[in-house]
């Protein structure tokens, strides 16, 4: 009776998830960007400020939680305090933070050598796409 029950719950949750922890997310770049992809490791040292002169913009949309989980395998108390420490000791500057995927592309578009993501749906002329997860 237990095992049925935990069952039924499990499909009951996975049909409840929202769509953004089921969608794909990218990791883009301004257009004009000569890069054309990146594999797990270069985001990973990109947004993880291991990569010296890189500009990157998080977004606070619902992307962000499968990003840092699942590319970077950082908690959301673990990735703020890395970003913490990096700018504290000097080896990375305060990275850009915007509410919004469309915020994301208007920063991009300003800076086409930045790297930031989002959800998949977002992506149009003003980004390219070098990473998908």
Do not use: C
Request: proline share 4%; net charge positive; hydrophobic share 45%.
């Amino acid at each position: 009776m237990k095992i049925k029950f935990l069952v039924v719950l499990a499909m009951l949750l996975v049909g409840f998830m929202p769509s953004y922890v089921m969608a794909n997310g990218v990791v883009v770049t301004g257009s004009k960007n000569t890069a054309s992809s990146l594999d797990r490791d270069g985001v990973r040292r990109i947004f993880l400020g291991r990569e010296q002169g890189a500009v990157v913009v998080f977004s606070n949309s619902p992307v962000r939680a499968a990003f840092e989980s699942s590319v970077l395998d950082k908690s959301p108390s673990e990735f703020k305090s890395l970003w913490s420490r990096l700018v504290f000791t000097g080896r990375a500057k305060v990275p850009k933070e915007r509410s919004t995927d469309a915020e994301v592309k208007s920063f991009l578009a300003l800076s086409p050598s930045a790297y930031g993501y989002m959800h998949e749906d977002s992506v149009d002329s003003t980004v390219k796409v070098v990473y998908r997860f």
